[in-house]
């Protein structure tokens, strides 16, 4: 027989008959699901994501006699005992996901965790054969249960989670997909000060793979995750750097054609995102706590790529926000100052130091054409010298200018 999911009401003087014939339509029903298989598994799993779909807990317990955990029990072991092949992998996931989702139905998470639900998830996540429409689910899932509390985070994170949860976005082949995972790493992150720090080193590590919208989603997440864990980790210098110099590509401006330029369009989404991120860095972060990640920004040449991104002709986010955080450095490094300027020439710098946020809306291609095909690279020697030139304090032009010891810092250019 099929579970036919009715409930009926009783008057008092049946309820003990009707209480009893429901107990019997369980039992019956359980010893179906247990002596049937596949086809009539998942048709059972059809009508009941059809008829429950919504419900809350005590809704559910309703339909199942006072059972409910012993269906979800069965499907869960179900999962567990086939998930390597995709057998009925959809139906089995849809339907717990109608326990775990139902309002004052948490003893079902408690109760899908206690039987290893959250290691069969992630290990669905990294299971090549698997369709990618059963990771989602997965992904879904592992949303609900992290959303249930700090606890709950606790354990996805306890069991490998946040590497199997990053490898995925990294691989996933859905941008759809890879949003949803990006909203439970934000989840993951938030009130849950055990793990958020290894959260936050996962969203930096993503920033090395190979898929643009993984990349873009992790540079997202990382603005607010930042926020939580205070001061930057040394990291993500290079990691942010890498992006930056990765979209930098010196043949863009002999690119031909609309749709070769229409290609590479999420390469400028990128190379906007990623300038815009140091910039974060460098005004939230770095300027208040850590010197010497900036210093190890210029060390590694961030002047020229910022530069480069400035000429960016086809993307204008690239080049506004590039402008904004080359306006960061020229103002608090005295030699990055006199070598962008020797850099841009006369006029051009002058246009920057007016009103760098709307450089890109000034300048003529000509002078794009430089910035792309900029030279830049501060020496060390001169890094090391620029470290007096971080404003500790407010203080005048005048005493800015003032030598340390017996250097003579170069003199600051005026427009």
Not at 7 to 22: G, L, N, V, Y
Not at 203 to 229: D, E, G, H, M, N
Not at 271 to 300: H, M, N, P, T, V
Request: hydrophobic share 40%; glycine share 6%.
């Amino acid at each position: 027989m099929s579970w036919q999911w009715i409930h009926s009401s009783s008057t008092p003087d049946m309820t003990s008959i009707k209480e009893q014939a429901a107990v019997s339509r369980l039992i019956s029903f359980l010893q179906e699901w247990d002596g049937t298989g596949k086809v009539t598994r998942s048709h059972i799993l059809e009508n009941f994501i059809l008829a429950n779909k919504g419900k809350t807990g005590p809704e559910l317990e309703m339909e199942f006699s006072q059972g409910a955990s012993l269906f979800l029990a069965r499907i869960t072991a179900w999962l567990r005992l086939t998930y390597m092949y995709g057998t009925c992998l959809d139906q089995q996931l849809k339907s717990i996901g109608i326990f775990l989702s139902a309002a004052n139905g948490q003893r079902y998470i408690i109760e899908f965790l206690e039987i290893g639900g959250v290691l069969t998830l992630l290990e669905i996540l990294g299971l090549k054969q698997l369709k990618e429409e059963a990771k989602k689910e997965s992904i879904k899932l592992l949303q609900i249960i992290a959303s249930s509390g700090r606890k709950f985070k606790e354990i996805i994170c306890e069991s490998y989670g946040v590497r199997s949860i990053a490898e995925f976005l990294a691989t996933s082949k859905s941008e759809e997909t890879q949003e949803q995972v990006q909203i439970l790493l934000d989840t993951l992150g938030h009130g849950n000060p055990k793990y958020q720090m290894q959260v936050y080193k996962g969203l930096i590590a993503l920033l090395k793979c190979t898929s643009p919208k993984a990349q873009q989603l992790s540079l997202q997440t990382l603005r607010t995750i930042q926020t939580i864990v205070g001061k930057a980790h040394p990291s993500i210098v290079g990691s942010v750097l890498g992006v930056l110099h990765s979209l930098h590509l010196e043949v863009q401006y002999e690119e031909a054609g609309t749709l070769h330029l229409m290609e590479s369009l999420p390469v400028y989404i990128q190379q906007a995102a990623a300038a815009k991120a140091i910039g974060i860095q460098l005004y939230r972060i770095l300027a208040q706590d850590s010197r010497e990640l900036a210093e190890e920004l210029l060390f590694l040449n961030v002047v020229h790529g910022l530069m480069c991104a400035m000429g960016n002709k086809d993307h204008t986010n690239s080049q506004r926000q590039a402008s904004i955080t080359l306006e960061f450095f020229v103002q608090n490094f005295i030699v990055v100052e006199n070598y962008v300027k020797e850099a841009m020439g006369e006029k051009l710098f002058q246009l920057f130091m007016q009103d760098a946020t709307n450089l890109y809306l000034n300048m003529d291609a000509v002078q794009a054409d430089i910035l792309a095909s900029n030279i830049v690279n501060i020496p060390a020697d001169f890094l090391a010298r620029a470290k007096m030139d971080w404003p500790e304090r407010e203080s005048s032009p005048e005493e800015e200018m003032q030598p340390e010891d017996n250097y003579t810092s170069p003199k600051p250019a005026t427009s």
